[in-house]
């Protein structure tokens, strides 16, 4: 089967010679199938008698599944040429381009790739090439394209459109098949059409003139082919269906287009000379492995979405619902992502599985995508209030926002009508409002919004703050913090971020003091919001990890709640403890050579300590530059040894050159020569994680350089 996909601005007439075209082709005794692709529907009026068929998109929304047929959207017009029609939304509600993808999805489903069909011609609307009008210009479509364009500049405009979309569905082979000058009668307008297929380096198949035979077949139902087969149009119709027909066995050419840029359609629409273009896409290199000329640059990847992060922070709220507004692919992916960590922690004994979150999915589906979404929220939003759940985010994905639900106001209407409850307004719209860590900021401004001010402070209580909990998710490392605390009469208020309550989120402000989980910039960042909204100030120093951190700490602390005594008890005790563990261990470690590598965001001062206390010569103390936007510092009293912006490369030269009997790193890299690997992230908080960490390091040296499975996998 051959593929034609004829484009051109509305009103340009492409739909009478799209079906003109089907008409010439079937009479070649071609069996053709033509597709609208317009929301006009009105594609193959001319060839069904000038009567509207069932659009896809209308019988995708009254037809459950089990019940739709083929048959029942594709109807046989004159010369047994076989017509469906897309249609589409209303106008300004949802999301017509959409409508394009479910169509074309919907006729494979009935079996429509399977008909005995010849030649498929989509005639397509070329004024918005957004992603699903150009879904005929992909590859698994269209062989062929056609530009239909009069010679009116706006209708070269969007001919230039088209061909700019083609370059992003570059297929490697040249597809398109020429230009169509459809006259409307303006001044040069031959000359200007001509300049123009010149320019862009494609032929103008055929000027179409002005003619009262149109509107005459058109009166009729019919197609001027069918009505007046030998009149001069249908003779440039053959021609074309003659070209179409060629092209399908390899005996016509198709060719590359060079869309014109800005300042050529400047020259274009002035009636000048066009100038030479810059860079367009035919002239770019092929890539030598392939071959296929690529045009999308800058594609940059993103930790996550801005919706998966505000659901994540709300989610640490237990009490609150979650509304993900969205299609289950969507919850879906997230869901995994969250309950994933939630059993990672729950076999560290901490959390509870299933997790006890709340959250719920509107479930969009295509059809709902593109008669607009706000009524699955409505009702979403109204069920789940009438369930009994009195505080909910209303968190947006990608689709709401790409078709334009006015979610707002939903979330508005649900507030009025349930004065008890508290709905909030998550427009995250996906990744439109930013990555995973801009949707977590966007919901800890609103979750910030619930502290009560007014809250008197009591001595005994601290918050501890940062958007992981990673290092104390774990029992032994939670008590660990308890213990430390308890020296000190104090115990946990809130755990900002994380798994709380409502009201001890409204109760924050109890606490007499906050303390940063680690010091990272996400969790300084955290801590900067909350300081901006309470005015309250951070604790001197984030919970520690390693001797010296842990006895600084204990000192601060002691300082503060007035136990000075107290602390400086539980440093001589920690720091027999840390003494006897070196000991122990530095036969093994004495005179090893190691190189450490870190990322920049996250202080490694406690492992150095750890290595220069065990003996350990290192050798390179480097840093990956910050995948962080805005870069970032690491505070080190080390700073002197460390190389920045340390590379793979760097690594590579330094493992034959240094011959380390250890790599610590926080990215896996595969050994060699009979050096052992360990993982830099494993640190636990207070002193017990450094003593976990130094037992974990000997056992990593203890096991045979190269040990069985290694061997197997090289
Ligand atoms: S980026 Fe958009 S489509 Fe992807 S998971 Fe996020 S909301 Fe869903």
Not at 334 to 357: E, I
Not at 394 to 407: A, E, F, K, S
């Amino acid at each position: 089967m051959f593929q034609v996909a004829i484009y051109g601005k509305g009103g340009i007439g492409k739909s009478t010679m799209a079906a003109n075209i089907s008409f010439s082709l079937a009479s070649r005794g071609m069996k053709v199938m033509q597709v609208g692709c317009d929301p006009k529907h009105d594609s193959t009026r001319l060839l069904l008698g000038g009567k509207a068929q069932t659009t896809v998109l209308d019988y995708v929304r009254s037809t459950p599944v089990f019940r739709r047929k083929l048959e029942d959207v594709v109807a046989v017009g004159s010369g047994g040429v076989m017509c469906a029609e897309a249609g589409g939304p209303e106008p300004g509600i949802g999301c017509a381009g959409r409508g394009i993808l479910t169509t074309f999805d919907t006729l494979k489903k009935l079996g429509a790739d399977s008909m005995d069909v010849d030649v498929k011609i989509y005639d397509v609307l070329g004024d918005v090439v957004c992603g699903g009008f150009a879904v005929p210009l992909r590859g698994e479509y269209a062989d062929a394209v056609i530009l239909v364009t009069s010679g009116e500049f706006m209708s070269m405009y969007a001919a230039n459109n088209i061909m700019k979309g083609l370059s992003n569905f570059d297929t490697g082979k040249p597809r398109v098949l020429g230009m169509i000058l459809n006259s409307r009668g303006v001044d040069g307008e031959e000359e200007s059409v001509r300049r123009f297929a010149d320019a862009a380096g494609i032929p103008v198949i055929a000027v179409i003139p002005r003619d009262d035979a149109f509107r005459d077949a058109e009166a009729n139902g019919h197609t001027v082919r069918e009505m007046h087969p030998e009149s001069e149009i249908s003779k440039r119709v053959d021609e074309i269906s003659g070209m179409i027909a060629d092209a399908a066995v390899g005996k016509r050419g198709l060719f590359y287009p060079k869309p014109l840029d800005d300042l050529q359609l400047s020259d274009l629409a002035a009636g000048r000379d066009i100038r030479p273009g810059t860079g367009a896409p035919a002239d770019r290199i092929p890539c030598s492995g392939c071959g296929r000329r690529t045009t999308i640059r800058d594609t940059r990847i993103m930790n996550s979405c801005a919706a998966f992060g505000a659901m994540s922070a709300f989610l640490r709220i237990i009490d609150f619902t979650v509304i993900l507004h969205g299609p289950r692919s969507c919850m879906y992916l997230m869901d995994m992502s969250h309950a994933g960590s939630s059993l990672q922690l729950h076999s560290r004994g901490l959390y509870d599985f299933p997790p006890r979150h709340n959250l719920v999915c509107t479930m969009m589906d295509d059809s709902v995508s593109i008669f607009g979404g706000v009524r699955m929220l409505e009702e979403c939003l109204e069920k789940t209030l009438n369930d009994g759940a009195d505080k909910v985010a209303v968190v947006t994905t990608c689709m709401p926002g790409i078709i334009g639900d006015d979610t707002a106001r939903v979330v508005e209407k649900a507030s009025a009508a349930h004065p008890g409850a508290m709905v909030v307004h998550m427009p995250t719209d996906g990744d439109v409002a930013g990555e995973y860590g801009d949707g977590v900021k966007m919901a800890v401004e609103s979750i910030l919004g619930m502290i009560d001010k007014s809250v008197k402070s009591e001595e005994g209580f601290v918050n501890l703050v940062g958007t992981s909990f990673f290092d104390i998710h774990s029992r032994r490392y939670a008590d660990e913090v308890d213990r430390m605390l308890v020296v000190f009469g104090e115990r946990i208020n809130c755990r900002f971020l994380d798994e709380m309550t409502y009201d001890t989120l409204v109760n924050y402000c109890r606490a007499s003091v906050d303390i940063l989980v680690s010091d990272v910039p996400a969790n300084r960042e955290l801590m900067g919001m909350i300081t901006e909204h309470t005015g309250r100030k951070p604790f001197q120093a984030p919970l520690p990890v390693g001797m010296r951190e842990y006895a600084e700490w204990m000192r601060l602390m002691g300082a503060r709640t007035g136990r000075s005594e107290d602390a400086e008890r539980e440093i001589d005790a920690a720091r027999k403890e840390y003494d006897e563990c070196v000991k122990m261990r530095r036969r093994r470690f004495e005179g090893k050579k190691a190189i450490v590598i870190s990322r920049m965001n996250r202080s490694s001062d406690w492992l150095v300590d750890l290595l220069l206390d065990l003996g350990v010569k290192i050798v390179r103390l480097g840093c990956f530059p910050s995948p962080r936007k805005d870069g970032t510092d690491a505070l080190s009293r080390y700073i002197g040894m460390l190389t920045e912006n340390y590379s793979i490369d760097m690594l590579e030269d330094d493992m034959d050159r240094l011959s380390p009997d250890l790599l610590i790193c926080d990215l896996i890299y595969p050994v060699r020569n009979g050096c052992r690997f360990a993982r830099i992230g494993k640190a636990g908080i207070g002193l017990r994680g450094v003593l976990d960490y130094a037992e974990y390091l000997e056992n990593i040296l203890r096991l045979p350089a190269t040990d069985g499975w290694r061997e197997a996998v090289r």
